[in-house]
């Protein structure tokens, strides 16, 4: 999920180089092929976004959207753990292995990745582990996700959480979703500063 303000900046700039976003799937493919020569996780990860839905490529290529994800997983990238599992979860790309998913996911969300806790606990769930998937939901959801939360609101209808742990849950949940539109705006204000200041850097060259 994004707040207002960060649309407003993914539109603006590129997240790579934050100059103006590529008009074109040529343009877009050159700027992540660029990153990619210097070991940029991300850059790996959305290229294994494009090819999974291919976006910004002639076609889509599940296979090289997994290699790419492996290779932004090796650089460290959570997120790209996180996909993994989920590949392994749902079994579309590679053999479906809910061990394997559980690992690649729990790696994720120990390198810090929330929605990869939240389908941690979607895994752990579906598997009949509730008690372990209501601490990944809670941690989530106390993390901003608030699709960990909504699952912890239908548990409560469930009755497998007390009120009033949904109530300090939620109490955690708004909390950090002050703090996120905080860094947003702060986010936002350094990158037109930094925009501005290269803007008059180039009028003078």
């Excluded at 996909?83 to 479906?96: F, P, Q, S």
Aim: a positive charge.
């Amino acid at each position: 999920e994004r707040t207002g303000i960060e649309e407003i900046m993914m539109k603006e700039t590129c997240s790579f180089c934050r100059a103006p976003v590529s008009t074109s799937r040529e343009e877009m493919m050159l700027r992540i092929e660029k990153r990619m020569k210097v070991n940029d996780p991300l850059a790996y990860y959305q290229a294994g976004g494009c090819y999974q839905d291919g976006r910004h490529v002639p076609q889509a290529d599940v296979l090289k959207a997994l290699e790419l994800n492996h290779r932004a997983a090796e650089l460290g990238l959570p997120e790209a753990f996180a996909v993994i599992g989920l590949y392994y979860e749902r079994g579309t790309i590679v053999k479906k292995d809910p061990a394997t998913a559980r690992s690649y996911l729990s790696i994720a969300a120990m390198k810090g990745s929330i929605w990869a806790r939240h389908n941690l606990g979607g895994l752990e769930y579906r598997q009949g582990n509730t008690v372990i998937a209501l601490r990944h939901w809670r941690l989530s959801a106390a993390a901003g996700y608030k699709a960990s939360l909504d699952s912890l609101r239908v548990q409560l209808g469930k009755g497998n959480v007390s009120r009033d742990e949904y109530a300090a849950t939620l109490q955690s949940f708004l909390t950090s979703r002050d703090e996120m539109k905080s860094e947003a705006r702060d986010r936002e204000e350094k990158l037109r500063e930094e925009m501005k200041r290269e803007a008059r850097d180039s009028e003078c060259k």
